[in-house]
């Protein structure tokens, strides 16, 4: 007679232990899949809260835009905060910070205050305290900044001073929910010019009296320009390199291949499609399953990189790292019988974050060029020339934060530029993105910045101003 341990079986046959797996393999797919819905759940609702703020903002700026020019002044002065998550953490006495580092402080325009060539601004419009919002279910607080800018486009003798334009500054912090995380403001800024100023002739000109122009919104993807359509990501990936052609098509390492592609369309909204690794090539020592989108690494010299408009037709023999110091995308390109100026004016609007959630400061080196052909039909990428005070006539934008946001948020770069050609038949509109060297408090190769894009909570996209004819890419 046996004397080891006996399997007692149901009345279907199955013993205690196999009933017991069975339960549990049912409860751990019960657990996998709630995690799922509420994955999906918290996916749905996020992308519900940038697409309600994004379209609110630019309500907010348009209808700003409409006021009379003496109403676009602020009713007092705003109260600062201490909070660094909140608008009004840039408010300095009277004065402004237009770089969301706290950077760049420009003037209030507020009631009371002194204009040049005597008197005071009157008849502003603009509350000074943030105002409360919602949209179904999506609330939070609408901030509004009013500043003065100087025109540095415009000569002295014809524009006196530094009262020139107002830059407005509109800034959306959503409540905190369980659903949606913790999200950090999002803004737009917009400058508005005195309609009685006659404007100055320039390679950009631009009729202060209109009102008709239109933004030209691209958003980033993640497909090579050699693709006429933005193509779906099936998985984690090697970095593609962008310094080459569109038509050398998609490559890895250290071979110059085709830009990724800007598009008109936003990201398709799909709550079930996880979000990817744009460079598994490039990976943060610790985690390294956790980053997603591209990580770049700092550039190798001391400032914005001066080979960054290059277009290489071999592998780099001196440092085969370059491909992971830029990234390139351009636009589709312009179709025949269209012939595209832009204003000198525009956006971008870059969701980043430091590598792993560490703490640094970061900078960042972005340039906004035109893919054409020279007379022997090679490519050749022509930058604009940045008008911002303090980095005129740099052929780059900087946006630079101390520290870098440490999860992922949206960077606003405003950009303001010269551009001495139209976009013509066969052109593409481009954006490189670099890193600027010891920006980012470290120097190795596994470390940078991250960044994200072509994903619907992540609609990382560049917007440039026109009153030019618009072509449809879509086929």
């Known amino acids: 007679m046996s004397s080891g341990p006996r399997l007692f079986r149901d009345q279907g046959g199955m013993t205690v232990v196999e009933v017991m797996v069975a339960a549990m393999i049912l409860v751990i797919g019960s657990l996998a899949l709630l995690s799922l819905v509420d994955a999906g759940a918290r996916n749905t609702f996020r992308a519900?809260?940038?697409?309600?703020?994004?379209?609110?903002?630019?309500?907010?700026?348009?209808?700003?835009?409409?006021?009379?020019?003496?109403?676009?002044?602020?009713?007092?002065?705003?109260?600062?905060?201490?909070?660094?998550?909140?608008?009004?953490?840039?408010?300095?006495?009277?004065?402004?910070?237009?770089?969301?580092?706290?950077?760049?402080?420009?003037?209030?325009?507020?009631?009371?205050?002194?204009?040049?060539?005597?008197?005071?601004?009157?008849?502003?419009?603009?509350?000074?305290?943030?105002?409360?919002?919602?949209?179904?279910?999506?609330?939070?607080?609408?901030?509004?900044?009013?500043?003065?800018?100087?025109?540095?486009?415009?000569?002295?003798?014809?524009?006196?001073?530094?009262?020139?334009?107002?830059?407005?500054?509109?800034?959306?912090?959503?409540?905190?929910?369980?659903?949606?995380g913790t999200r950090g403001y999002q803004e737009l800024q917009g400058q508005i010019v005195d309609p009685e100023v006659e404007p100055v002739e320039n390679a950009n000109p631009i009729d202060p009296s209109e009102e008709t122009a239109q933004p030209w919104t691209f958003f980033l993807t993640d497909t090579t320009c050699n693709q006429a359509t933005r193509q779906p990501i099936l998985s984690d990936h090697l970095m593609h390199n962008t310094r080459g052609t569109c038509d050398t098509g998609m490559t890895n390492g250290n071979n110059p291949g085709a830009p990724d592609l800007m598009f008109t369309e936003p990201p398709p909204f799909d709550p079930e499609q996880p979000t990817f690794d744009y460079a598994t090539d490039v990976e943060p020592v610790e985690s390294p399953e956790a980053d997603r989108g591209i990580q770049l690494i700092e550039g190798d010299t001391a400032e914005c990189p001066s080979w960054a408009m290059e277009i290489p037709t071999a592998p780099d023999p001196g440092d085969p790292h370059r491909f992971k110091r830029i990234h390139k995308w351009v636009s589709p390109p312009i179709p025949a019988g269209y012939e595209v100026a832009l204003d000198g004016n525009g956006t971008l609007n870059l969701w980043s974050q430091t590598v792993g959630g560490a703490s640094y400061p970061g900078e960042i080196c972005v340039w906004l060029f035109v893919r054409g052909t020279n007379l022997l039909g090679v490519p050749v990428d022509t930058a604009a020339t940045n008008l911002a005070p303090g980095l005129a006539g740099s052929p780059y934008f900087v946006a630079d934060e101390s520290p870098w946001p440490t999860s992922w948020t949206e960077i606003t770069l405003p950009l303001s530029f010269n551009l001495d050609t139209s976009l013509v038949a066969g052109d593409r509109l481009g954006l490189a993105l670099a890193i600027e060297k010891d920006g980012t408090g470290v120097g190795e190769i596994e470390t940078g910045l991250q960044f994200h894009y072509d994903e619907p909570s992540f609609d990382s996209r560049l917007e440039v101003k026109t009153h030019s004819g618009l072509p449809d890419f879509t086929p």
């Not at 402004?96 to 580092?101: F, G, H, L, P, Q």
């Open 48 to 180: 519900e809260q940038s697409q309600v703020v994004s379209n609110r903002l630019q309500s907010e700026l348009e209808t700003i835009r409409e006021l009379p020019y003496d109403q676009v002044a602020m009713t007092g002065v705003p109260i600062p905060s201490a909070d660094p998550d909140d608008p009004a953490w840039r408010v300095s006495g009277s004065s402004y910070a237009v770089n969301r580092a706290g950077t760049d402080l420009k003037p209030l325009v507020t009631n009371g205050s002194a204009l040049e060539g005597g008197g005071t601004v009157a008849g502003g419009t603009i509350s000074a305290s943030p105002e409360p919002f919602d949209s179904g279910d999506v609330s939070g607080a609408i901030h509004r900044y009013v500043v003065w800018e100087d025109d540095s486009s415009c000569p002295s003798s014809h524009c006196p001073g530094s009262q020139d334009l107002k830059r407005v500054i509109v800034a959306i912090s959503l409540d905190q929910t369980a659903s949606g």
